[in-house]
């Protein structure tokens, strides 16, 4: 029997009323990260980011519960098009799980289209789907025109 860790992946699309370039941005500024980052039951999140390639992140979610780290490395910054970072956290695991945040221009705003890769299980990637598609309406409400 193999004791292999399962990889699990999701996708979370949304279409937001803003450019692909305000949007972009938004991902790679603290002050403006620390607004929207908070999915449910997080009440406000403390953010500090190195915004370069190889560059250091670190978001503290508080919430009624207490806090919880999320901590990543960018890999690529292709402004605006597409973002790709480690996220380590309690619920994704230690391990390097993958974000890829791509920004498509639609008609009447630009769609996110969020992947998640090698989370350690499916009940990671169902809190995962739950977190990021909050977090991402959360985006809409901030930025939206």
Partial sequence: MSTAAVVEKLVVR?????SAK???????????????M???????????LD???????????????GTVPHRGVYRVIDR???LVFTWNSPYAGENGSLVTV???????????VLTHEKLPSAEAVAQHREGWSA???NLDKRLAR
């Fill in 135 to 137: 977090i991402l309406e």
């Fill in 80 to 82: 605006p098009r597409r």
């Fill in 22 to 36: 305000d949007l972009f941005d938004a991902w790679l500024d603290a002050e403006a990260m620390s607004a929207w």
């Fill in 102 to 112: 791509e920004f498509l221009a639609r008609a009447g705003g630009t769609e996110i």
């Fill in 51 to 65: 915004a370069r390639v190889g560059g250091q992140f670190e978001i503290v979610m508080h919430g009624e519960h």
């Fill in 38 to 48: 908070t999915p449910k039951p997080s009440k406000r999140a403390e953010v500090t």
């Fill in 14 to 18: 949304r279409t937001i009323a803003a």
